[in-house]
């Protein structure tokens, strides 16, 4: 498993108009890309979100594990244990966590799915994640727009972003999408902590009456999702949430509480496709379902792909649905052009990859034509 190089490089994506959830627009996309090597040239990669000081943590746990002989296991511990105390602390380990995971796969011949039991299914079913709001732009506009090119691209579910406006003003455009949207096609809804609890409530009977599938992360996440268990025993729509776990021991504590209905690890911030994988099994225990977040860029979305491969069906019944996978259809190009070959929607689903590690192949010249910063040791 010896790793003797690693490069880290960030990518960006500027957004004009910006966009973003109910709290806050955003000017760009930007992400830190993993790249590992082993003394026989094998590739292994990975990625999180860029945030303060994420850079320089990658690269500290990068010089930490290189020319390590360790298992897997325990360079991912190493990475954890180096990275946590740092900034970036949950993200950095993960990004080196995902690329770890992909060069061992790569060096047995297998999928990372095959490292954590096997594919489940040969196919998964993505639904359209929103890039959510646009400035200057009201969502009777951009919702019936965004429902049309999500469509038009072959998905079969969408999930928007509320919140940002009042109540009173979301809920009838709402209720009009629901009308506008084919039968059997989903929605969901994210609030990304547009509210407080009595609101959440509130907006979350809206949802409920129009049959949403789930209702993501309404309230404040920070400091450890406090209140959702008083928001799940007051709606009968599930709520999910936990995106923002940074550990199997984060995503207990909501699961112990009844915090959430679905939980979405996401391998890029909670440490990792095995530590995912994990944190889906306790979800299982708890009768809670899995449903991955993703970070919106290639390797993220990847990533998640495996780990929605690995997951059982939630019933035997033929009528439950099968896991979804998020897939963001906001304006990013690095989601498509960092990949040789691009994932392809076929009637409403994705193909498992086959290959070794995480399936994809990166194109090396673009990721260091684009890149802003980069690290190499």
């Not at 860029?50 to 002989?69: D, F, M, N």
């Not at 009201?138 to 019936?144: L, R, S």
């Not at 547009?194 to 009456?209: E, K, T, V």
């Not at 993501?216 to 008083?230: A, K, L, T």
Request: glycine share 12%; charged share 20%.
């Amino acid at each position: 498993m010896k790793v003797v190089e690693f490069e880290c490089f960030v990518i960006t994506h500027h957004l004009a108009p910006r966009t973003g959830p109910s709290i806050a627009y955003s000017s760009e996309h930007a992400y830190v890309i993993v790249r590992l090597v082993d003394e026989n040239g094998i590739v292994g990669w990975g990625e999180t979100y860029r945030t303060p000081g994420t850079l320089q943590t990658i690269e500290a746990v990068c010089r930490a594990v290189a020319g390590s002989e360790a298992s897997l296991r325990d360079l991912i511990r190493d990475a954890r244990w180096v990275g946590g105390g740092l900034a970036g602390g949950g993200f950095a380990p993960s990004a080196v966590s995902v690329a770890l995971e992909d060069l061992r796969a790569r060096q047995l011949g297998i999928s990372v799915s095959e490292l954590y039991g096997g594919p489940m299914r040969i196919r998964v079913r993505p639904y359209a994640a929103s890039g959510g709001y646009v400035e200057g732009q009201d969502p009777a506009v951009t919702w019936p727009r965004e429902l049309e090119r999500a469509m038009a691209a072959g998905y079969t579910a969408l999930k928007l972003r509320v919140g940002r406006d009042p109540i009173e003003h979301e809920e009838p455009l709402l209720r009009s999408l629901r009308k506008e949207a084919p039968s059997g096609f989903e929605l969901m809804a994210d609030g990304n902590a547009a509210y407080s609890l009595p609101d959440a409530i509130r907006m979350g009977l809206i949802l409920q009456d129009l049959g949403f599938r789930w209702y993501e992360e309404p309230m404040q996440q920070r400091g450890g999702y406090v209140g959702y268990d008083r928001l799940t025993s007051s709606l009968s729509i599930a709520i999910a949430g936990g995106e923002g776990s940074l550990s199997r021991g984060d995503a207990l504590r909501l699961l112990n509480r009844n915090a959430v209905d679905v939980i979405q690890p996401d391998p890029v911030i909670c440490g990792g496709v095995g530590d995912s994988i994990a944190i889906a099994d306790m979800a299982t225990i708890h009768g809670v379902t899995t449903v991955p977040h993703a970070s919106n860029n290639a390797i993220g979305i990847a990533a998640s792909l495996q780990i929605v491969a690995t997951l059982p069906d939630a019933t035997r019944s033929p009528s439950v649905p099968d896991p979804l996978l998020e897939y963001g259809i906001d304006e990013n190009p690095n989601r498509q052009r960092l990949l040789m070959e691009p994932p392809v929607i076929e009637d409403g689903w994705l193909q498992v990859p086959t290959g070794p590690g995480l399936g994809i192949e990166i194109d090396e010249d673009y990721l260091r034509s684009t890149a802003v910063e980069q690290v190499r040791g």
